[in-house]
């Protein structure tokens, strides 16, 4: 059945994700390209709806469309009426009119792209709506992990840092359970939630986690402003207990483990300088990948589909 919309993980069947991954593959294949556009969505218009800050998100998504030769435009959150109140149905109401035929959404606010979903025509794609989904980063990050793994069944990521917090996290591990992957939490008690998504270990000591023998450490950003109270007791304390720091780096290094950050990343927390420089980050292939995966999702969306 084809989608309407990407606005979580858990909509996906397996075989839907296998097939994005392998959809991704030639258009990564164009970058290397003289000619990097392609006509699959000439004709076709995005509306870029962002209403908190993002950088590799946007400017990817804006980059995949622009490569389909799709239009891109963007929606100017912060000179909009919305600065006079209107509510976002109102906003949806009136874009409504320019008929666009994707809408990229996000927000702070968990489940707002489905409620726009059932609103519009146009395919709704959840680019991270507060601490529920952020589906796109997930198969970049499925995507950067098979390009190291083709057959990661078995393999092992533990993801580190604030995961009570993370639209990264719950999308990221769902995505790698449904490949065959096996996934552990690392964090501070009050960030590591108990409940939440079954066979996922979780541990609140760095040398444990290590001990559970990862093949990624994928490190989650700190996110300060969506913690109403205090979580760990300072940043440096943070960075002593969680952080990849030199020592961790060399032990990193010599067990041969690939890292990842989804990013932004915040320097002297999550990571130290030199992990900008480990030959076995993948931080920059995520970016890169994530061009790829995104235009593979835009083609593979069925805008007016029934399904959502
Ligand atoms: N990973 C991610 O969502 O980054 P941005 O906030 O820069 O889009």
Known sequence: MPHKDLLDIESLKREEIEHLLEQAIPFKDLFTRSVKKVPALKGKSVLMLFYEASTRTHSSFEVAAKR???????????????????????????????????????????????????????????????????????????FTIKEKFPDPTGKRVLIVGDILHSRVARSTSTILKKIGVEVAYLGPGSLVPRTGPENIRRFTDYQAAMAWAPDVVYLLRVQMERQDVQYFPSLREYHRLYGVTDARLAEIRERGLYLMHPGPVNRGVELCDAVMDYERSLINDQVENGIAVRMAVLYWLKPGAVMG
């Open 68 to 142: 389909l030769s799709a239009d891109v435009t963007n929606f100017d959150v912060a000179h909009s009426s919305i600065t006079k109140g209107e509510s976002v149905r109102e906003t949806i109401e009136t874009l409504q009119a320019m008929r666009s035929d994707f809408i990229i959404v996000r927000h702070s606010r968990s489940g707002l792209p489905a409620t726009i979903a059932k609103l519009t025509r146009a395919s709704v794609i959840n680019a991270g709506d507060g601490a529920h989904a952020h589906p796109t980063q997930a198969l970049l990050d499925a």
